[in-house]
């Protein structure tokens, strides 16, 4: 069964400091991978998406992501971070199965930053 | 402008009473699909619909129903079979099952 595991419910950075959300999924094809940006009381939008290619995958607002097959890994980075930053991020995987495509999104990471 | 709207922002339930969310997208989307959302759960999936009058149940669906009567309206009904209906509900929509899904503001469904 396919899955996806963000680890770290809650991550709090400094003002500035590097951003790392962690995503692994499972899959036994490659998969279409995204990263979702939720702010409170909003719906999701997407941030940066894996289909095929080059593996480091550049997003809106400075993200990136790096696709690492032999990890199972698709981790969220970026460099500096900003207050405004500060919301909940989804891992999501989508693969075709019986009946179509489906989309897993991992439990979500909120995302702290410290003035 | 294109995009995805859900109605009401807030809706309150009575027991025993069925309500409906609405969905609407312009994006001219074939697939339309809803989750719900708890606190520390992510989204779960209740039911999508990948073409017009289909629709097929996602991973939570009893106590929900939907219809697919126009390729952009996807409305859900709460039934009173819903025990726990409270959470927040997020409709989307995509060009396709495995492409990008754009999602609508929420609706946050409270039980009185």
């Known amino acids: 069964a396919q899955s996806v595991t963000q680890l770290g419910s809650h991550v709090s950075v400094s003002e500035g400091a590097l951003v790392l959300l962690r995503c692994n999924y499972s899959s036994s094809v490659p998969p279409y991978l995204f990263w979702y940006v939720q702010y409170p009381n909003q719906g999701l939008q997407l941030l940066l998406k894996y289909t095929t290619g080059a593996t480091l995958v550049k997003g809106i607002n400075g993200f990136e992501a790096e696709f690492k097959k032999s990890e199972t890994s698709f981790h969220l980075t970026k460099p500096s971070a900003h207050m405004s930053d500060a919301a909940e991020y989804f891992c999501a995987v989508s693969r075709l199965n019986t009946g179509g495509f489906k989309t897993i999104f991992g439990a979500g990471t909120r995302l702290f930053v410290k003035a | 402008d294109g995009g995805i709207t859900q109605s009401p922002k807030y809706l309150f339930r009575k027991e025993g009473q069925n309500v409906t969310l609405s969905c609407e997208q312009n994006l001219n989307h074939d697939a339309m699909y809803w989750y719900r959302q708890d606190p520390g759960q992510g989204l779960r999936l209740i039911y999508y619909s990948q073409i017009v009058n289909d629709f097929q149940k996602g991973d939570i669906a009893e106590g929900y129903s939907v219809s697919r009567e126009k390729k952009e309206s996807f409305p859900l009904t709460v039934t009173s079979a819903q025990k726990n209906p409270t959470a927040f509900y997020l409709c989307?929509?995509?060009?396709?099952?495995?492409?990008?899904?754009?999602f609508g503001p929420g609706t946050r469904l409270l039980v009185l």
């Open positions: 989307a929509s995509s060009m396709g099952g495995q492409e990008t899904q754009y």
